[in-house]
């Protein structure tokens, strides 16, 4: 149990325009998950909280008009990098947890690769 | 907000030896400590986690301590592998559903043959 589906895995696109990530919890219903973003060699940075049915709650420098996050239901969440530029390019990764956080641990889904050209 | 430090970044151990990395965090109120392993280009994969009540566990060749007094927990991998070889990410957080997991850095491991 506890399967996050995201989609796509990787995707490129022109500068300027927008690119939309979903993620989904197969299996158990997340009211929160997680969004983060990974540089080459580097950690994942988590840029925004996601809760389902209110609004985002962004880490600080994250633009939140740059990256729209929508929770619409309790098995999905959506992000989208709007207006993307070169330096946007990196690996997306969501977790959500299955209930409960630490008891039952949060689960990642497969990440996506964006690159901006 | 919590921060969490990890060392080394880099760590390199013949097949066979131990490995051994570290972290530390500064939120007190932290109380779940979750290990990943994260190959190149695929998700992070928990490995073992630990949380603040006990201070130690064990999960084959993969053992976690935690000094909370000190704010300080650690991994050990022993008879180490091929493929063990990885990034290892430490987290910390407050363990509740809605909590946010912040990461360490991430150490490569290398296991040389």
């Known amino acids: 149990g506890a399967v996050v589906s995201q989609h796509p895995s990787w995707v490129i696109c022109k500068s300027g325009t927008s690119v939309k990530i979903e993620c989904r919890s197969l299996d158990f219903q997340a009211t929160t998950m997680f969004w983060y973003r990974q540089f080459p060699k580097q950690s994942l940075m988590l840029m925004a909280t996601s809760n389902e049915g209110s609004k985002a709650t962004y880490e600080q420098g994250v633009e939140k008009d740059k990256f729209l996050i929508n929770h619409a239901s309790l098995t999905l969440s959506t992000l989208t990098v709007t207006s993307a530029h070169p330096e946007d390019s990196s690996f997306y990764i969501c977790?959500?947890?299955?209930?409960?956080?630490?008891?039952?641990?949060?689960?990642f889904g497969s990440g996506t690769r964006l690159t901006v050209v | 907000g919590e921060n969490v430090e990890q060392h080394p970044s880099t760590l390199s151990v013949q097949e066979g030896d131990s490995a051994v990395i570290k972290c530390t965090y500064s939120d007190s109120a932290s109380n779940y400590f979750p290990w990943y392993k994260q190959e190149l280009g695929k998700r992070p994969q928990l490995i073992i986690d630990?949380?603040?009540?006990?201070g130690e566990k064990k999960d084959q060749r993969i053992a976690v301590t935690l000094n909370k007094t000190a704010k300080h927990f650690s991994l050990h991998i022993t008879e180490t592998q091929p493929e063990d070889s990885a990034v290892y990410f430490c987290a910390a957080s407050k363990g509740n559903r809605d909590d946010k997991i912040i990461f360490g850095k991430g150490t490569r491991l290398h296991i040389l043959p």
């Open positions: 630990i949380r603040s009540n006990v």
């Open positions: 977790s959500a947890s299955r209930g409960g956080g630490a008891n039952y641990g949060y689960t």
